[in-house]
């Protein structure tokens, strides 16, 4: 499966954006959908994990009830929306699928990435 994602870039403190993730090539509800990000000097984390169908989600605690992951079936798309930016959440964000259909935030089944998209918050 192909992914591009898209909708990063320079925001302020206590802004939001929308990063979109588009698969294409194989059957998109087969995959676990993953938001990861990496930050200069840092390892790659999860940010935000989904299920096949959308109704299993898991969050890190550093964004819990600020960013939001969903998915479009019929648009082979994830999202991640994310409020109340800080400086910290200043990463490269990369979005991944996992073959499987129970969301997961553990890099090692991810084996599909993205190219990556860069979110800048400024204080």
């Known amino acids: 499966v192909q992914l591009q994602a898209s909708g990063g870039g320079l925001v302020q403190a206590g802004g939001f954006l929308r990063l979109s993730c588009a698969a294409s090539g194989r059957t998109f509800s087969s995959y676990a959908m993953g938001w990861f990000r990496q930050a200069p000097g840092k390892e790659r984390a999860c940010v935000a994990a989904?299920?096949?169908?959308?109704?299993?989600?898991y969050y890190a605690d550093s964004v819990k009830g600020r960013f939001t992951i969903s998915r479009d079936i019929a648009k082979s798309t994830v999202y991640l929306q994310m409020n109340s930016l800080k400086p910290e959440d200043t990463a490269v964000y990369l979005c991944?699928?996992?073959?499987?259909?129970?969301?997961?935030?553990?890099?090692?089944?991810?084996?599909?990435w993205g190219q990556g998209t860069l979110v800048t918050v400024s204080s």
């Open positions: 991944a699928a996992a073959p499987r259909t129970a969301a997961t935030m553990t890099l090692q089944w991810y084996d599909y």
């Open positions: 989904i299920n096949w169908s959308g109704e299993e989600r």
